[in-house]
């Protein structure tokens, strides 16, 4: 497989919107979890560090899922972002859950655990954003 195969596959193929995705995914998730490193380190409570640092982490999911991971044409931007929004404080109670559930009950640390929490939250909410937030038919 050469370079310009794998271009035509990440530009084309349906299931490459996943990989798509998981690349957006995962460098907004980069900056998010270094925001909420640098967070800890001013003593704010992990919860709290959570929220703050998904704010910064959601605003780039959208902006790049919106234009490489589902190449939205919609142009309802605002309809679009609410729905993306109401998705990603779905996302966020699922991560503030098991954030939770790993560091006070499993005893795993801050770290680790929205390492944990994000990766539980992923396949959930890449089907929710497909199905609602970039779906074509749903938001014109």
């Known amino acids: 497989m050469n370079l310009g195969s794998i271009k035509e596959f990440l530009k084309n193929s349906k299931s490459a919107q996943m990989i798509r ?66 998705i990603s404080v779905f996302d966020l109670l699922i991560n503030m859950v098991f954030m939770y559930v790993f560091v006070e009950l499993v005893m795993f640390g801050p770290m680790l655990s929205r390492i944990l929490a994000g990766a539980v939250a992923f396949v959930i909410v890449y089907i929710l954003h497909k199905k609602i937030s970039f779906n074509s038919n749903l938001i014109k």
């Open 21 to 86: 995705f998981g690349a957006v995914a995962g460098f907004s998730s980069i900056f998010e979890l270094l925001a909420f490193y640098l967070i800890l380190f001013t003593d704010v409570h992990y919860q709290i560090a959570v929220v703050i640092s998904f704010t910064f982490g959601s605003t780039l999911r959208y902006i790049f899922s919106r234009k490489f991971a589902f190449k939205s044409q919609a142009k309802s931007v605002k309809t679009q972002f609410t729905a993306f929004l109401s």
